[in-house]
């Protein structure tokens, strides 16, 4: 029963598969192998609570099996339950120093955490272990690129792409690197590269507008914005910059109402409040923009004085 529950997990008939592991839970509750599977057919179709709860059970049957571990990792990262996610492929790591795919996710977990040294380290050392990993390399760029660390972002992301020509990811990301390097055409060739591969890819969508503004292409960074609102309607970073775009064609209303829709998504999005001051200065609302101002200014004064209130361990509230 067990071969044919994993055969049908294989296949991707999920629903049967999980009523097969149902069915030999009921005869057998503390089966292990069935209670780690069923929980990898809950996350394989977006249920990550339960599947956290079925490896869990398993792991009171096995604690040290490292593939039960790995995944109970993978349902807490989809949980955004970092933190716990990193425990868990520490724990894996423990018992196989060499595991390479606890490696990726303990990156993985570290890169949410933006603790990117550290994921960057994690990273290296399962290269070490598996030179062609491809999301490695992927990822290992988006921790060099958080790191400014650009010309080795942009290798990283050409080592994904020798690997594997038609990722779009990779191809957006270097886009990024490009961008952050101020190579402005390369950068929006890349992008254009990603979506031909992927045309619903919200990100790059909006990043090849952003390749447009510092072009000066503003009619086109405008449409650009637009699909990737189209695409993502609370995109809050497409937003704020499709405000700015208006800016720049001198269509200030347009813009006040981009920058006020970013900040219903994100109240205290400051990068949104600067540039709603500015328009407004532009139209001569000096009062408005002040308040704007101002209101940039003591969310700034909110944040540090929570963050040395939390280092003090006194509760900001």
Not at 76 to 84: H, I, N, V
Not at 90 to 114: F, I
């Amino acid at each position: 029963m067990l071969a044919e529950a994993f055969a049908l997990q294989q296949a991707g008939r999920l629903a049967e598969a999980e009523k097969a592991y149902n069915q030999i839970l009921a005869a057998q509750p503390d089966h292990f192998d069935s209670l780690h599977l069923l929980g990898i057919v809950c996350h394989r179709r977006g249920d990550d609570a339960q599947a956290l709860r079925h490896i869990d059970l398993a792991l009171e049957i096995n604690p040290t099996d490292i593939l039960a571990l790995n995944n109970r990792g993978i349902a807490l990262r989809a949980l955004k339950r970092f933190e716990d996610a990193l425990a868990s492929y520490d724990r894996a790591q423990a018992l196989w120093p060499d595991y390479a795919e606890a490696l990726l996710g303990r990156g993985n977990a570290l890169k949410e955490l933006q603790r990117f040294e550290e994921a960057l380290s994690s990273y290296d050392r399962t290269l070490r272990l598996r030179p062609d990993w491809v999301d490695v390399h992927v990822n290992r760029g988006i921790v060099l690129h958080a790191l400014k660390r650009l010309e080795e972002a942009l290798a990283s992301c050409d080592h994904a792409l020798m690997l594997r020509p038609d990722l779009a990811e990779a191809h957006a990301n270097r886009g990024s690197a490009l961008h952050e390097l101020k190579r402005f055409d390369e950068a929006l060739a890349s992008h254009d590269r990603a979506l031909a591969l992927r045309p619903d890819y919200a990100e790059a969508r909006y990043n090849r507008g952003n390749a447009l503004h510092k072009l000066r292409r503003f009619e086109e960074a405008l449409a650009d914005c637009e699909r990737a609102l189209a695409l993502r309607p609370d995109y809050v970073e497409a937003l704020a910059n499709r405000g700015v775009t208006l800016h720049e064609l001198r269509r200030y209303e347009e813009a006040l109402a981009s920058y006020d829709r970013a900040l219903a998504v994100r109240p205290d999005y400051a990068e949104a409040f600067v540039d709603r001051g500015g328009t407004l200065r532009e139209q001569r609302r000096f009062e408005e923009a002040v308040q704007t101002f101002f209101s940039v200014y003591f969310d700034c004064i909110r944040r540090l004085t929570s963050r040395k209130l939390k280092s003090l361990n006194i509760d900001p509230k």
